[in-house]
């Protein structure tokens, strides 16, 4: 080797160069992509799923929606073909094939998890699921992962009636939040979905008991829902309604997600990417001509 030769080798070699050699990270590969209408569609959803589980809050007390136990059912009819209008507007941002055979594998895996909890002491074995897909395809993905989890685990328990949409509304903006978490590997990656998955099954569990508090505890008693009293005042008596119900199931959910993601995270993220890259959702699908130069088959004669 020359020293002009040795001097470039120098100059390529990190050893040589001072600079350190790091592991590329994993890329994040979306099985959804979300464009910007995508992305309206989603927050129009958030919005309205916010209204119906927070509108009793802000319900004047002479239309008589405060002391109405039907309306929950109308919110309840609404809320599908908002998921609906938001689930097109992701297929158009690119769920294609190979998408919606990992969805339908995830969903199938999730549907037939949940069952095994069964919500016993609040133990829920499907959103760990959730939060590492979501993680893994991204928002999009995790979004729809929910909704569709939820639907196949209540058709299996025969679980269907008027709380499934916000069950689904519920599930799948964990699975969306998984995928908008921060940066991060190794340990740190899992001790962050861990928390996540924590805090998420405490949110999932307030959430669903504010779809039905309002009329489920009278109006005689300090837990109740008071039609038309001070916003603060109505959230101190739903946060002491769920403290004395509810609280116990909701940390047994909390603690689960965070157990099950400590436990086997580090192995589920791995084989979901590399099921991501192996089906290369980010590639683009061309179909092409076949080449002037390739023979064609040549029919086949008899003898």
Same mark, same amino acid.
Do not use: C
């Given at each position: 080797?020359?020293?002009?030769e ?6 390529? &070699?990190?050893?040589?160069?001072? /600079?350190?050699?790091r592991?590329?990270r994993?890329r994040?590969?979306?099985?959804i =992509?979300?464009?910007p209408?995508?992305?309206?569609a989603l927050?129009?959803?958030?919005v309205g ?10 319900? &004047? ?9 039907d ?9 599908p073909?908002?998921?609906a209008?938001?689930?097109a507007?992701?297929? /158009?941002?690119?769920?294609?094939v190979?998408?919606?055979a990992m969805?339908? #594998?995830?969903?199938a +895996?999730?549907?037939?998890?949940r069952p095994l ?7 829920e074995?499907v959103f ?8 893994v ?9 929910g ?5 196949g ?8 009636g =008027? ?6 509304l519920?599930?799948?903006w #964990?699975?969306l ?5 921060? =940066?991060?590997?190794?340990?740190? /990656?899992?001790?962050?979905l861990a928390g996540?998955?924590?805090l998420?099954?405490?949110a999932?569990?307030?959430l ?5 508090? =309002?009329?489920a505890?009278?109006d005689?008693?300090e837990l ?5 009293a001070?916003v603060?005042d109505n959230l101190h008596r739903? #946060? +002491?309604?769920s403290v @004395? ?8 959910r909390a ?12 192995? #589920?993220l791995? @084989?979901l990417?590399? @099921?991501?890259?192996r ?7 061309d179909?092409?001509p076949? /080449?002037?130069?390739e ?7 008899g003898?």
């Open positions: 080797m020359t020293a002009g040795d001097t470039a080798y120098r100059m390529r &070699d990190p050893r040589h160069s001072g /600079e350190r050699h592991a590329r994993p994040r590969l979306h099985a =992509p979300l464009g209408r995508s992305w309206a927050g129009i959803a958030t799923g916010l209204v119906a589980f927070l509108w009793p809050l802000f319900a &004047d007390p002479g239309s008589g929606l405060g002391h109405d136990g309306a929950p059912l109308v919110f309840a009819l609404l809320l073909m908002l998921l209008v938001v689930l507007q992701v297929s /158009e941002g690119g769920l294609d190979k998408a919606v969805l339908g #594998v995830l969903s +895996v999730g549907a037939a998890l909890g069964a919500g016993t002491a609040g133990l074995t760990f699921l959730l939060v590492l897909a979501g993680r395809f991204g928002p999009g993905f995790g979004f729809v992962l909704a569709t989890t939820l639907v685990s209540a058709l299996i328990t025969g679980g269907v =008027p709380w499934l949409p916000f069950q689904m519920g599930a799948a #964990v699975g939040g998984a995928g908008l978490l921060p =940066p991060a590997r190794g340990r740190a /990656e899992v001790w962050l996540y998955g924590s998420a099954g405490l999932y569990g307030m669903l008991n504010f779809s039905f508090w =309002p009329f505890t009278g005689a008693s109740s829902f008071v039609p038309g001070p603060l739903f #946060v +002491v309604f @004395a119900t509810s609280l116990g199931w909701d940390i047994g603690l689960t997600n965070g157990v099950l993601i400590l436990l086997t995270g580090h192995a #589920v791995g @084989a990417r590399r @099921a991501s890259r089906a290369a959702f980010d590639a683009p699908v179909f092409a076949p /080449e002037a130069g023979d064609a088959a040549e029919p086949v004669t003898p």
